[in-house]
């Protein structure tokens, strides 16, 4: 059973930054992809960001040049570096991989942006 432990979410100004991080219960060289989603009340839970096993990453439209996703495997850890933060940008904030079909997810972290 994956675990995937999400912290870092907070209150922030307009134009602040953030850091999220995603603690996985195993090597996260074992997954394929992992990736961040977020969620705002009473709509649907959209993609962000993620990166492959190998690298490489991609970013929903919304998340580039503002968002970067990296990884530190000594730690177990994804990382969601937001800089540039809008009031849309407000959400819980959630991680994300995939093994054999199955989707784990963290409990989530709560991002504000005051405007």
């Known amino acids: 059973q994956v675990q995937l432990v999400e912290s870092g979410g907070g209150l922030v100004q307009a134009g602040g930054s953030l850091r999220l991080s995603c603690a996985a219960s195993e090597n996260i060289f074992n997954f394929n992809t992992m990736g961040w989603y977020r969620q705002v009340p009473g709509k649907q839970r959209e993609w962000v960001a993620r990166?492959?096993?190998?690298?490489?990453?991609n970013y929903a439209d919304s998340a580039k040049g503002r968002f970067a996703i990296s990884r530190d495997g000594g730690l177990n850890t994804v990382y969601l570096q937001m800089n540039g933060l809008k009031s849309e940008d407000t959400a819980v904030y959630y991680c994300h991989t995939n093994i054999l079909s199955r989707n784990y997810w963290g409990q989530g972290t709560q991002v504000t942006v005051s405007s």
């Open positions: 990166m492959n096993v190998g690298g490489v990453t």
